[in-house]
């Protein structure tokens, strides 16, 4: 077991595990909430899918940052998990903190996104490398 590997997932994890929390429960953990979840998602250019339609996607998405968390943790579906988080960091990037002109947040975010995707890809070669033996 590599040790810097463990360190790393359970950091993430971590993260993503508070992040799906904190938008299913208003206050909970310094939580937005499912209902400000949705609110956000209209007003950063998801207004298309309706006031349902945004409130079901603030639901998924919570539930798949927790779940992906969970799995990073339980070092189960690497690759998956790592490249899903990028994708949703790349999307609040790209709809979110560049817009607001965060720049400290478009720092971090581009941060995370580089390293999930680089995280992901790494655990690609590796999952190819076994199916080819």
Do not use: C
Request: aromatic share 12%.
């Amino acid at each position: 077991m590599n040790i810097g590997n463990l360190i790393i997932r359970i950091a993430f994890g971590l993260l993503f595990i508070w992040g799906g929390l904190e938008k299913f429960f208003e206050g909970f953990l310094g939580g937005v909430g499912l209902q400000n979840m949705a609110d956000l998602l209209k007003s950063t250019g998801w207004s298309f899918l309706g006031d349902s339609g945004t409130f079901v996607l603030a639901i998924i998405l919570s539930i798949l940052e927790l779940l992906a968390g969970i799995l990073l943790i339980a070092n189960k579906k690497l690759f998956y998990s790592y490249i899903f988080l990028s994708l949703i960091m790349l999307v609040a990037l790209l709809t979110v903190h560049i817009p607001s002109g965060s720049w400290m947040n478009v720092m971090i975010h581009i941060a995370l996104v580089g390293s999930l995707l680089g995280l992901g890809l790494n655990h690609f070669k590796k999952e190819k490398t076994i199916w080819q033996q």
